[in-house]
Nanobody, 125 residues
């Protein structure tokens, strides 16, 4: 069974940091592009960051560039992808989703086939 499981969300004050993790199981995603998306209350889901299998190419949404960093660890049986979030702002509050897809360099959620259940990030004082 294919699973992507996110963790690391929580409540943090503005200016604080969080690190999200996503671990895959049931299938090997070594050659897949991994990405993070988020959905704020009342808004559509939006792209946050992506990383190709080799980690040589990364993309970020303009709203998180220079504050967030995506990384990944590939093993023979699973892939872990991380999102280090620094200098968090109230507008970063959302459910964050991990996703996997075969396309490269894409910010389109329709290009991602596998999704996690999401982890809540709340930035508030």
């Amino acid at each position: 069974q294919v699973q992507l499981v996110e963790s690391g969300g929580g409540l943090v004050q503005p200016g604080g940091s969080l690190k999200l993790s996503c671990v895959t199981s049931g299938r090997v995603f070594i050659t897949h592009t991994m990405a993070w998306f988020r959905q704020a209350p009342g808004k559509e889901r939006e792209f946050v960051a992506s990383i190709v299998w080799s980690s040589l190419t990364k993309h970020y949404a303009d709203s998180v560039k220079d504050r967030f960093a995506i990384s990944r660890d590939n093993s023979e049986r699973s892939v872990s992808v991380y999102l280090q979030m620094n200098n968090l702002k109230p507008e970063d509050t959302a459910i964050y989703y991990c996703a996997a897809g075969r396309s490269t360099a894409t910010k389109d959620e329709n290009d991602y086939t596998f999704w996690g259940q999401g982890t809540q990030v709340t930035v508030s004082s």
